[in-house]
């Protein structure tokens, strides 16, 4: 396919013309999973604890003209390509926190909007997952709710950006992972109850994995995406899950198995490691925290609101660097992204121990 959108190196026309009351939004009315979230009792503020330490925002964004960070991808140097969600943006971030606008993606005309989350976030093209090519091209989900525009979009390194693959108008795309070896996207969808497979040669697209735990429930279903030793592993916000879906060895996709529970509001999520003794880092939007997960499902929150976090939406690790988008959904207070320190060692030590009361 070929729809195209011209890149924008500043990106402040569009924005500031969508200026907008966050705390009218908030009025306007919440999803079902945001309002389960501020009726839960959130977990008491508390400073870094290990294997997290030194966490310090190098970027505060301005919501005000849609730069709410919802995912990230990494580049070499080790800026951050993001997704600002509600201007439906892709920004670099360099690591000590200049941005540059990289590529706008295009809104819907006649009304049309992200299903659930455009009305909510009054702003109708989001930009949610991203991933990098090795080549450095970018491939981001664009959800409009317009079956022109809806799907998932490359933005090469020049800026220019087209859409590779059309995906379901009614459906929300967000979490997305990268299949390099096989040429192959893989796109979990909040509200039709799959993944996608995307194939990047040819933009055809298959429903990879289908499946009740992958549901919405009433709120957002599958959320973040990783692939990570031979398996696809997915995030449910809704009903508070973390799956792992083995992929077999002619693609197909194995039953969907539950690792953790009880993590209502998981959003994106990182592993420590390689291989199946590494755990996991996970960024819990309603509560504002960030949660480590152990390979037995244990978990032990490490950052809070105490430590910055404000809805944080996505999470990357390099060598001992961590990631952290905060969006402000739903505080309304600080969308920013925060850098930490991450103990390889200690993260290992902590996988081996059970959590102490």
């Known amino acids: 396919m070929s729809d195209s959108a011209r890149t924008a190196t500043r990106g402040a026309p569009r924005a500031a013309s969508r200026r907008h009351s966050r705390s009218a939004r908030a009025v306007a009315g919440l999803s079902a999973?945001?309002?389960?979230?501020?009726?839960?009792?959130?977990?008491?503020?508390?400073?870094?604890?290990?294997?997290?330490?030194?966490?310090r925002i190098i970027a505060h964004l301005d919501s005000s003209r849609g730069q709410t960070p919802e995912n990230l991808a990494l580049e070499p140097d080790g800026s951050a390509d993001i997704t600002f969600a509600e201007a439906a943006?892709?920004?670099?971030?360099?690591?000590?926190?200049?941005?540059?606008?990289?590529?706008?993606?295009?809104?819907?005309?006649?009304?049309?909007?992200?299903?659930?989350?455009?009305?909510?976030?009054?702003?109708?093209?989001?930009?949610?997952?991203?991933?990098?090519?090795?080549?450095?091209?970018l491939y981001v989900a664009l959800c409009t709710g317009s079956p022109d525009q809806q799907g998932i979009w490359r933005v090469s390194p020049d800026g220019s950006a087209s859409r590779i693959a059309a995906l379901p108008a009614n459906g929300i795309p967000n979490g997305m992972a990268l299949d390099q070896r096989h040429g192959f996207i893989y796109v979990a969808d909040s509200l039709l109850s799959v993944i996608w497979r995307v194939s990047i040669a040819d933009g055809a697209v298959s429903a990879?994995?289908?499946?009740?735990?992958?549901?919405?429930?009433?709120?957002?279903?599958?959320?973040?995406?990783?692939?990570?030793?031979?398996?696809?592993w997915v995030s449910n916000t809704q009903l508070g899950t973390l799956m792992r879906i083995l992929i077999r060895r002619d693609g197909s996709a194995a039953p969907i198995q539950t690792t953790a529970t009880g993590l209502p509001g998981i959003d994106d999520f990182a592993f420590t490691g390689p291989g199946t003794s590494a755990s996991v880092l996970a960024a819990i939007n309603c509560f504002s925290t960030l949660v480590l997960i152990r390979p037995g499902g244990s978990k032990q929150t490490v950052l809070t609101a105490a430590d910055g976090l404000s809805n944080p939406s996505a999470v990357a690790i390099r060598g001992g660097t961590l990631y952290l988008l905060s969006a402000a959904y739903l505080t309304q207070t600080d969308p920013s992204i925060m850098l930490a320190?991450?103990?390889?060692?200690?993260?290992?030590?902590?996988?081996?121990?059970?959590?102490?009361a």
């Not at 999973?33 to 966490?55: E, G, R």
């Not at 971030?93 to 992200?114: F, H, K, M, T, Y």
């Open 33 to 55: 999973a945001a309002a389960a979230c501020l009726l839960a009792v959130a977990p008491p503020a508390a400073a870094a604890s290990p294997p997290i330490s030194n966490p």
């Open 89 to 137: 943006q892709v920004a670099r971030v360099s690591p000590d926190g200049q941005v540059r606008i990289l590529a706008q993606l295009p809104e819907p005309a006649g009304g049309a909007a992200c299903p659930v989350l455009g009305p909510l976030l009054r702003a109708p093209a989001l930009t949610v997952g991203i991933v990098r090519s090795h080549a450095g091209s």
């Open 208 to 232: 990879w994995a289908r499946g009740p735990q992958l549901a919405p429930h009433g709120g957002l279903g599958a959320n973040g995406l990783k692939l990570h030793d031979g398996a696809m």
């Open 341 to 356: 320190t991450l103990d390889h060692q200690a993260s290992c030590l902590a996988a081996q121990q059970p959590v102490r």
